[in-house]
């Protein structure tokens, strides 16, 4: 059949199916939606040009049941739904406010539900709230969202309402249009146009459709919240199952990790249980692994990408954590040992700054002297922690990130080999700084 059929015109064939689907229960959901359409134009014209008000009930209900069972395409959903609210509105149903979603857009205007909830909001001169300003701008015609704001609309609604009330703390006001809502019931067939009374239905409201000024901002700030939004919905388009876990929550906006949508605060406050009053802890990294969901596999070894989020993550709430391979030292190992402590920043520094270096040199050589005994002592290692404090040229995300570096090594000392490669491109100054560091751990207990 064609796009608008009519009775009179479809194939004898078409005829008899029509009128044995209709005269049953009308319910095979395989029937062919150009028959469904048939019906449904004539229950348009009993409802809006005879307007016989003791079969409006009637005729929703149907219309509704039609929808449960044949809104599965996209045109019929469409206009079954406009339908529902036209009718609605002349028949004095009850107002609800309309809720947020991707397929919002309707045709070629915005859907009368939000003409009317955003007009009573315009004539009672209320500022927009992000709901409101969202609602609005999903709703026009020429709004088309990106897959990021699709596949992550929960995301998606937060983070507008985060950056809507960054941008906007006391709403948006927008002016009230002299323009006023009117309806124009334009039916599915194609066959008659009607104007709804607005004013016996809902009153005189200013109609939003007439409001343009506001608009550029609303469209660029969703274009950026989806933007924003790109790198997580990839990775849920290759892994729709890693929702809520730590690889996915590394990728959402800092605004969002912890917000009910992303799950990253139950993350954070697993790894807070870990510090209790404390502000420096050690771990087992097998332990922060499970806690982060993370699977080692068979070979035991965390993947370099993974020690990279792991510590990005964890900077993000002004934690640092050592070994952090990003300033030099070796990967996470699963069977080894790893150090949080609080810091502003995660104690972000730049690794490669030639003062860090050489006091990092110093600090694993003394490590390794004082381990040369086969123990490290309470007064070994503070003197390693004296000679960080004392060195030039640091400033204090450096000294802290060392101290807890050299913690670390203490725990799991690292190749002798390792280390000396290290200090063969150092100056002869550095390697003499190098020399007092190691003795004095060697002699800070006593014993040489």
Known sequence: MPYWPSYQSISPVARRTYLSWLSGDRSDPLIGIGYVFLYFYGIERRMFLDRTREEAPLLIAEVRRLLDIYGHNGSFRGYASKFLDAAGLINGAEFIKPRLGPDLRSGYEIPIPVRVYLGRKLAAKETFDAYDALLWVLSLPDSYLRTPATRCFEELVELWRIRFRSRHPNGLKVNVPKTRLKLEYRAASGGFNCSID???????????????????????????????????????????????KFEAICLLPQDLIDSPAAGGGLLLAAIERFFGDRRVVGIPVSRLAQTLSLDVGTTGKISTGHCNQIATFLE??????????????????????????????????????PAFLAARARVDIAILAAASDGKIDVAKFDAVKAEIRAMDGLVSSERARLIVYANTMIRDTPSQQAILNKIKKLAHSEKEGIIRSATAAILADGHV
């Open 198 to 244: 607005m004013t016996d239905a809902v009153g005189p409201l200013p109609d939003i459709a007439a409001i343009s000024a506001p608009l550029d901002g609303l469209r660029d700030m969703l274009n950026a919240c989806t933007e924003e939004l790109a790198p997580y919905s990839r990775l849920l388009g290759r892994n729709p199952d890693a929702k809520g």
């Open 316 to 353: 993000r709430f002004d934690i640092a954590i050592e070994p952090d391979r990003r300033y030099g030292s070796r990967n996470l190992q699963a069977d080894g040992q790893a150090v949080l402590f609080k810091a502003p920043g995660g104690a972000k520094i730049d690794s490669e700054a």
